[in-house]
């Protein structure tokens, strides 16, 4: 592999994590499970030279649930500590499916939730569902910490609003309302070690046959993964019925916009969507009612 | 500091293994070029194909996405690591691939092993399923999965036996 020179530091904390890159600003990148980064390195896409590694500081790999604020995640829990993870299993099972479609098993030991957020790729896979959950993303950086909502994380292919030197630390996800239920659901060629071509994520609450609230995101079908408003608003306060669901379905088709790719036609990529729209909102609303 | 050595220990299978290491250097070129182990093979390099697990702290992971100079201190496992070190006794595992030609070309078998090994460690009984899904991650291009996954539960029944 080619060795560019490189300096490695190992911060203590975070703090010091964040004023290492903004004194070396430009020419750092944080590291954390290395799986996006290595290969960018590898590739030479990235050539930094610093490499902070972040993971070795202590305290952020935490998975801890309480009423009052929901589900918070540290920024360096594993893919796999997530997908496994029996409190995010129960309350938030969609987040879980989606973390354990992540790479393979021996990816997803390595990946952190927040790598797979910061290297904003538009399939990621962690991206969907903390949208549809309404997760906000808790920032430190040399100026001190802001909290944003993961709906305004990302703006663009790689890139989000963070700054040189600012880190996320920590997700929050607030508690769904009863009767509640959510999925992601993928379309891929191989089962393992294959990125999404379409990836949606649902979240319904239902009031008897009404859905009281919908929410529904997509990825790899746009620069940035994005929520499916228009699809949302037309089943919204609705009594759910198979033509209302097919003209969601056709809707959210709209979000659109890749085009052809290595990985499908655009055409493909299209009809996908709507399959998978239909279909998770199905298997989510079925899931309410069974709660 | 700038493109300097790091001076690191390394455990690997039992032993200890002082090496000056570059801050991007991976485990894997690491331990084929630095400490002659080659049992565990450079495929596509980039965390695709899963040939170059190993076991860290018991856990499989790919050796070319872990940067050397963070395993200090960590179990390192390679396939050189599995027979027994006293009486050069293989592992089951390695007998199964063996005996039902759980390999073709052999790219592929450290690592599908090496995964093989740690979720037996996990779970000792594994199904057919548990197999698949805990080698999904290790690609084999000779389309051998069938025999690799019988190979797996052969192994497994021996390990119980013994």
């Known amino acids: 592999?080619?060795?560019?020179?490189?300096?490695?530091?190992?911060?203590?904390?975070?703090?010091?994590?964040?004023?290492?890159?903004?004194?070396?600003?430009?020419?750092?990148?944080?590291?954390?499970?290395?799986?996006?980064?290595?290969?960018?390195?590898?590739?030479?896409?990235?050539?930094?030279?610093?490499?902070?590694?972040?993971?070795?500081?202590?305290?952020?790999?935490?998975?801890i649930h309480n009423e009052r604020d929901g589900l918070r995640i540290g920024a360096f829990a594993t893919a796999q500590s997530i997908a496994v993870s029996p409190l995010i299993r129960e309350k938030f099972n969609l987040l879980a499916q989606a973390a354990g479609k992540l790479g393979s098993l021996q990816i997803r030991q390595m990946a952190t939730i927040a790598g797979n957020l910061c290297n904003a790729a538009p399939s990621a896979e962690t991206a969907t569902?903390?949208?549809?959950?309404?997760?906000?993303?808790?920032?430190?950086?040399?100026?001190?910490?802001?909290?944003?909502?993961?709906?305004?994380?990302?703006?663009?292919?790689?890139?989000?609003?963070?700054?040189?030197?600012?880190?996320?630390?920590?997700?929050?996800?607030?508690?769904?309302?009863?009767?509640?239920?959510?999925?992601?659901?993928?379309?891929?060629?191989?089962?393992?070690?294959?990125?999404?071509?379409?990836?949606?994520?649902?979240?319904?609450?239902?009031?008897?046959?009404?859905?009281?609230?919908?929410?529904?995101?997509?990825?790899?079908?746009?620069?940035?993964?994005?929520?499916?408003?228009?699809?949302?608003?037309?089943?919204?306060?609705?009594?759910?019925?198979?033509?209302?669901?097919?003209?969601?379905?056709?809707?959210?088709?709209?979000e659109c916009t890749r085009a052809d790719s290595i990985r499908a036609s655009a055409e493909y990529r299209r009809t996908i969507i709507k399959v998978l729209v239909v279909r998770a909102i199905e298997q989510a609303v079925e899931q309410a009612r069974a709660v | 500091m700038l493109g300097e050595l790091i001076p690191v220990v390394l455990r690997v299978n039992g032993d200890d293994y002082e090496v000056g290491v570059k801050p991007v250097e991976t485990l894997l070129d690491v331990l084929r070029e630095k400490l002659g182990l080659t049992g565990t093979p450079m495929m596509c390099d980039e965390g695709e194909c899963g040939s170059c697990t190993v076991l860290i702290d018991g856990k499989p992971v790919l050796s070319c996405m872990t940067l050397a100079v963070e395993c200090e201190g960590k179990d390192i496992l390679t396939i050189e690591g599995l027979a027994d070190p006293a009486t050069g006794e293989l592992h089951p595992l390695q007998r199964t691939f063996v005996e039902r030609s759980g390999m073709q070309c052999g790219i592929c078998t450290p690592g599908m092993i090496l995964t093989a090994k740690a979720l037996i460690d996990g779970n000792p009984d594994p199904?057919?399923?548990?197999?698949?899904?805990?080698l999904a991650g290790n690609l084999c291009r000779c389309g051998n999965y069938p025999r690799i996954a019988e190979c797996v539960l052969a192994a497994a029944e021996l390990m119980k036996g013994g």
């Open chain 2, 127 to 134: 199904t057919e399923d548990d197999v698949r899904e805990a």
């Open chain 1, 1 to 63: 592999m080619v060795g560019p020179k490189v300096e490695y530091i190992i911060p203590k904390t975070i703090e010091e994590a964040c004023s290492l890159a903004l004194k070396h600003k430009g020419e750092a990148k944080f590291f954390a499970g290395g799986t996006d980064l290595l290969v960018q390195i590898k590739h030479q896409e990235v050539l930094p030279k610093y490499i902070i590694n972040i993971r070795g500081i202590p305290g952020y790999d935490y998975i």
């Open chain 1, 129 to 254: 569902p903390l949208l549809v959950l309404g997760a906000r993303a808790k920032i430190v950086g040399a100026d001190g910490e802001r909290t944003v909502p993961i709906e305004d994380f990302f703006t663009g292919v790689r890139r989000t609003v963070l700054k040189p030197d600012e880190i996320l630390v920590e997700l929050q996800v607030p508690d769904l309302p009863p009767h509640s239920g959510g999925v992601y659901l993928r379309q891929t060629v191989r089962k393992a070690l294959d990125l999404a071509i379409v990836g949606v994520s649902t979240v319904v609450t239902m009031d008897g046959d009404v859905l009281n609230d919908v929410r529904i995101a997509l990825a790899a079908i746009a620069p940035t993964p994005v929520r499916a408003r228009g699809a949302e608003e037309i089943l919204r306060g609705k009594k759910i019925t198979g033509g209302l669901l097919q003209e969601a379905g056709q809707r959210a088709v709209g």
